[in-house]
């Protein structure tokens, strides 16, 4: 078995939190052992937080559209 579907497997198999916070320590670690600083990896979690923000502010407008749309129909 692969490394990847054993990480599937344990990930699909455990509470969202731990696995979040194995996933976090995964990650940091391959980083770190890639030659990317901590200033590189705060950049990294930066850029991560702008993009999750404009895709929840991207669904929000989906969102308010098609309640929009069901109050125009409805």
């Known amino acids: 078995m692969s490394r ?11 509470d969202t939190e731990k696995a979040t916070k194995i996933l976090a320590k995964s990650l940091y670690k391959e980083l770190v052992n890639n030659g990317f600083t901590n200033r590189d990896i705060i950049n990294f979690s930066k850029e991560m937080l ?25």
């Open 4 to 14: 990847r579907s054993n990480l599937d497997i344990i990930l699909k198999n455990m």
């Open 50 to 74: 702008e993009h999750m923000a404009s895709e929840m502010r991207k669904q929000a407008g989906v969102d308010a559209s098609r309640k929009k749309d069901r109050l125009l129909i409805g």
